[in-house]
């Protein structure tokens, strides 16, 4: 079983392949990997309370997925409330990931 990093610093509703990283997450999670989606930058506007794909973060964390928003960039954008099962993080925390808690890194 591998550990896998997902970095999502695009804004998921402006790119179509976007979903293709939660699909990605997804699937490998299906497959026994311990996976963590990491949004960040505009990446974190997915993870707001009542958003379009809100309820795609929630079922993933429902999955078994870690589903973590970092702080600063959901305070730029003015997000107070997280999606059911995203929880806040910072950038300490995803160097330790990448350094120290996975296999794989993949940003998008």
């Not at 790119?15 to 490998?28: D, T």
């Not at 996976?35 to 999955?63: M, P």
């Not at 870690?66 to 997280?82: F, P």
């Amino acid at each position: 079983m591998s550990r896998y990093v997902i970095v999502t610093s695009r804004d998921l509703y402006e790119y179509a392949s976007s979903s293709s990283m939660l699909e990605l997450a997804g699937a490998l999670k299906h497959r026994g990997h311990e996976v963590t989606l990491y949004l960040i930058e505009n990446g974190v506007l997915a993870a707001r309370q009542g958003a379009q794909l809100a309820a795609r973060l929630s079922d993933l964390s429902q999955a078994g997925v870690t589903v973590l928003a970092e702080d600063v960039s959901a305070k730029a954008r003015g997000i107070e409330q997280l999606a059911e099962g995203v929880r806040l993080s910072n950038m300490d925390e995803l160097a330790d990931l990448i350094v120290d808690g996975c296999d794989k890194v993949i940003w998008y």
